[in-house]
């Protein structure tokens, strides 16, 4: 009896005759298994979203070893990417929290995960978390924070850590050389800064180590660095009004080649800055960061 066959159907071993939406479909089907590797990552990285991921072995073996995973730590990394320093952290420390903006790197995060340790993910904008409240959720009265940074937001995300300092024990981020610089530089460096008085001011800023471009899938073309934070004790850091004294380091390093009297118009007059003990004709620069407190906190009688 003579066999019948249905159209569009595959024999065994045979070809496939199909029509022109079924062959698109099959071509993205096939173009989409190519871009992921075997674990299921993308292989390309997302250059709007800063994506530049760590691969060198040895970089990451220093990492985990500058953070130190101790018992009862609760370690959270921000932008985890494909799992470089996530996988090792869970090896060394077993569990870990990691906020991770890409959705599409979430699935194969946490597939990847399950042979290392307990890995919470957290499916954001790490702009939106709220850590005083995380620390609360975990169980602890501080957090641990980790992570290699896209460089378009290091700024944001750094601030946004200084918003809940009192939650946070230390932080271990990767970072622009150049950014890391900045943060650390004393007065009288040409990149001594806001960013460096407003770190400083919270916190004890200590570059690390170098790392070069090749660290990194797809390399960037600047060296970055690791760079740890410790927040200083609420009662050691002497502002009373952070906004006020966010808005005076913002208004003085406004114009960098302004002194004082002219940074400062509108916000403090000449001679309060002068009652405050600093010359009103200094420039911005060449205030130490204890200065910039002193100056934040000085009222007029």
Partial sequence: MPRHRLPRCRRRGGAVRAGPRRAARDEVAVNRHADRDADGF??????????????????????????????????????????ALTFPLLDRHGALTAIEFDRDLHAPLQAAAREHGDLKLIEGDVLGVDFTALAAELGVEKIRLAGNLPYNLSSPILFHALDHANAIRDMHFMLQKEVVERMAAPPGNKVYGRL??????????????????????????????????????????????RARFAAIVRAAFGQRRKTLRNALAGTMEAETIAAAGLDPGARAEQLSVAEFVRLAGFRAA
Avoid: W
Wanted: aromatic share 4%; charged share 20%; glycine share 10%.
């Fill in 42 to 83: 993308q292989r390309d990285a997302k250059k709007h979203l800063g994506q530049n991921f760590l691969h060198e072995r040895g970089v990451i073996e220093r990492i985990v070893q500058a953070i130190d995973p101790q018992p009862g730590d609760a370690i959270v990394e921000i932008g985890p990417g494909q799992g």
């Fill in 196 to 241: 460096s008085v407003m770190l400083q001011a919270y916190c004890t800023v200590t570059p690390l180590f170098t790392v070069p471009p090749g660290a990194f899938r797809p390399a960037p073309k600047v060296d970055s660095a690791v760079v740890r934070l410790l927040p200083r004790a609420a009662d050691s850091i002497g502002i009373d009004d």
